[in-house]
């Protein structure tokens, strides 16, 4: 039976600075962009006054601004400003604490608190909220975590797990 560490987890999730390390969820979080299509006012309002998008048909001149263009969004853009302490901050569980746990119950509560963590950030708006219409951001997660591809070497069927109580609580994460 291995001993796990959860600087280790955060580690294997995260990275060890304040940007995510390439290949971890944390990155696969911050790095997901996807196409939305909205009218032009929508995309002027996000790219002049909002937190910005790649537009690659920009109208110029004179345009009808409720004519509809498609708009890229990069989560990064709107999720970057205290995005380590968010992703830490759904590490936190009062389900587990030190000890030996299952691989199982180990990938369920990584999986689950990134998919908290994610939800959290599609609260985010990315259109003007004094508007009718208030478009949030859309992060998808598509892969469930297994321990061994957030390193090889987890194949255990148990692990002697210890630091949770490293792991902070916050309001924060509560405010939608």
Known sequence: MKNI?????????????????YGTPAYDIRDFEYDLVVSHKVADWINNEGLGCY????????YDPNEKETIT????????????SDVLAHLYTEELEDGIISKEDLESW????LQNCVDFFN???ITNPDEDEVLCLEIKKDIHYTLEMLNEEWT???????GFDQLEDSPR????
Request: hydrophobic share 35%.
């Open 110 to 113: 990584i999986n689950s608190s």
């Open 156 to 162: 255990d069927k148990e692990f002697n797990v210890t």
């Open 5 to 21: 560490t959860i600087n280790e987890v955060i580690e294997f999730v995260f990275g060890l600075d304040e940007d995510p390390d």
């Open 73 to 84: 969004i990069s989560a990064e853009e709107y999720i970057s400003d205290e995005f380590k």
């Open 173 to 176: 994460i509560r405010m939608f």
């Open 55 to 62: 537009r690659a048909d920009e109208p110029e001149g004179d």
């Open 123 to 125: 609260n985010f708006t």
